[in-house]
């Protein structure tokens, strides 16, 4: 079954800027999104298509795409941000939906 | 502005089966391009996609709960339901519905509803 990768726990001080990977196979021809998940709470989309960002979610929120990896970048860290993010795309044939297994931010 | 908010029991004995219905409020289900959406998630763990169905009636289900699972809409009351078959402890989770634009992406969530399957 197809999968995305990250990696489970990054740590960055407050200010500076983080990056989260996710990899899979079907992300050059399928977009990525991300979401971040805080404890106790539903997901929250924080990017679509690759590198778009829904109103209200803040700037230092960016996305870009190279092959078959995607990037989730949080620049100026802050520590609201403190919180779990998943990648999810869908496999090949556009219809089956997948879920990274998550990644820890934590803010140091 | 749309909301979901997910009901059913929140205790399951063991070879039963789950129901959990999610309530589609301040919209209609049959408006807009959306696929009505069940994802769970394992204590401590990461985001699980169920299935989704479009208010047609037209299903998708993960491959490897397909023969468990069973999604349909009524959309006279603007809900969608899931039903899980055959429970064990390993379906213990919390249960989110959610909106899926296309893409597929998930916009809109509920809050989400803990099961556990126990005796």
């Known amino acids: 079954s197809y999968e995305l990768t990250q990696p489970p726990s990054v740590s960055v001080s407050p200010g500076q800027t983080a990056r989260i990977t996710c990899s899979g196979d079907?992300?050059?021809?399928?977009?990525a999104y991300w979401y971040q998940q805080k404890p106790g709470l539903a997901p929250v989309l924080i990017i679509y298509k690759d590198s778009e960002r829904p109103s209200g979610i803040p700037e230092r929120f960016s996305g870009s795409s190279s092959g078959t990896i995607v990037t989730l970048t949080i620049s100026g860290v802050q520590a609201e941000d403190e919180a779990d993010y998943y990648c999810q795309s869908a496999d090949s044939s556009g219809t089956y939906v997948v879920f990274g297994g998550g990644t820890k931010l934590t803010v140091l | 502005q749309v909301q979901l908010q997910e009901s059913g029991p929140g205790l399951v004995k063991p070879s039963q089966t789950l129901s959990l219905t999610c309530t589609v409020s301040d919209g209609s289900i049959t408006s807009g391009d959306y696929f009505w959406t069940w994802i769970r998630q394992h204590p401590g763990k990461g985001l699980e996609w169920i299935g989704y169905?479009?208010?047609?009636?037209?299903?998708y289900y993960n491959p490897s709960l397909k023969s468990q699972v069973s999604i349909s809409v009524d959309t006279s009351k603007n809900q969608f339901s899931l039903s899980l078959s055959s429970v064990t402890a390993a379906d213990t989770a919390v249960y989110f519905c959610?909106?899926?634009?296309?893409?597929?992406?998930?916009?809109?969530w509920g809050q989400g509803t803990l099961v556990t399957v126990s005796s």
């Open positions: 079907a992300l050059p021809k399928q977009y």
């Open positions: 959610a909106r899926a634009t296309p893409g597929p992406s998930f916009d809109l």
């Open positions: 169905i479009y208010h047609s009636g037209t299903t």
